[in-house]
């Protein structure tokens, strides 16, 4: 049987230091038929002079597909400008400008994806380096594998994840519109729209280096600064687009609805900037209470 045509979507933006690393990585890919689509958000480095100089003259067997937008459109907008009009894959495989992927990672991301009972989304295991790139610690599950679904979320119950390297169906991302252009993040918003249909698994396969720096965005401090209006927003926006088209019920979007709030909240805690130590101090037993608000109102509905 013919291999489905997999695009690997490498996303930078001011990643001059770490981008020649990541395209070897996605260069050494053991997969075909694969496209390589290196993306760049305008970058004010040279990331892109270093992405154009590290491919010239590849004549490997991948597609190489560059990209470098005229302005910078933020996370959000950059990922569904890729992911919805330039890759033509049945599946998405998404890293950042400073990751790196083991040669056999698009490979075994087919290989697991394929053979999931919703197909939806896979994220992986790896590796944490630092800037460097010298090995941190092992990210990896106490089991090979959980599958998380939308009950789960509803309950309150931990869902595992791990972005760098995951590996999306086209076929799901169809199901619904872009992300908003405010939207700062695809990470969470994946997450969620698998959970929608049906879960998404999380597998103990180490098949890509995640590297740690200041300039993350998915350090404390980069997460600070995302507007958490913005990912709810989206939020509300894919549970209403799905009910609007009866792919939800309303008693399940209802409870959806009432969920997101309460994350809402639980990421005003965890990132909001607070003025004096004791609200910092108050912030786990407040997220229990909303946690105990949710939980007696859904219980009472059913």
């Not at 979507?9 to 996605?26: D, K, M, R, V």
């Not at 009866?246 to 990132?271: G, Q, W």
């Not at 209470?289 to 859904?298: A, G, H, P």
């Amino acid at each position: 049987m013919k291999n489905k045509l997999v695009s690997y979507c490498l996303f930078t933006y001011n990643q001059e230091e770490y981008i020649e690393h990541a395209i070897a990585g996605a260069l050494s890919q053991t997969y075909t038929p694969l496209e390589i689509i290196i993306s760049d958000d305008c970058s004010k480095d040279s990331t892109y002079k270093i992405i154009e100089e590290t491919v010239q003259g590849y004549k490997g067997p991948h597609t190489i597909v560059l990209n470098r937008n005229s302005k910078n459109l933020g996370l959000g907008d950059h990922v569904s400008k890729i992911l919805y009009d330039t890759a033509k894959g049945d599946y998405l495989l998404t890293c950042a400008g400073d990751d790196i992927s083991k040669p056999n990672h698009v490979l075994e991301a087919v290989k697991v994806i394929e053979n999931d009972a919703i197909g939806n989304m896979v994220d992986f295991s790896g590796e944490i380096i630092d800037e460097n790139g010298v090995f941190v610690k092992k990210i990896e599950l106490p089991y090979q594998e959980k599958f998380n679904t939308l009950e789960d979320y509803l309950n309150l119950k931990k869902i595992e994840l791990f972005a760098p390297g995951r590996i999306v169906s086209k076929k799901m991302l169809n199901h619904f519109e872009p992300l908003t252009k405010k939207c700062p993040t695809e990470d969470t918003v994946l997450v969620l729209r698998s959970l929608l249909l049906g879960g998404f698994t999380r597998v103990n396969k180490d098949l890509v280096s995640y590297r740690k720096h200041m300039n993350n965005i998915s350090s404390k401090g980069g997460l600070s600064k995302l507007s958490n209006l913005a990912i709810i927003a989206q939020y509300i926006k894919d549970v209403l687009f799905l009910f609007e088209t009866n792919m939800l019920d309303e008693e399940t979007a209802s409870i959806l609805l009432k969920r997101i709030n309460l994350e809402y909240k639980i990421r005003f805690l965890s990132f909001g900037k607070r003025k004096y130590k004791l609200q910092n101090l108050t912030r786990p037993l407040l997220k229990r209470v909303y946690k105990i608000k949710f939980k007696l109102i859904t219980n009472n509905k059913n």
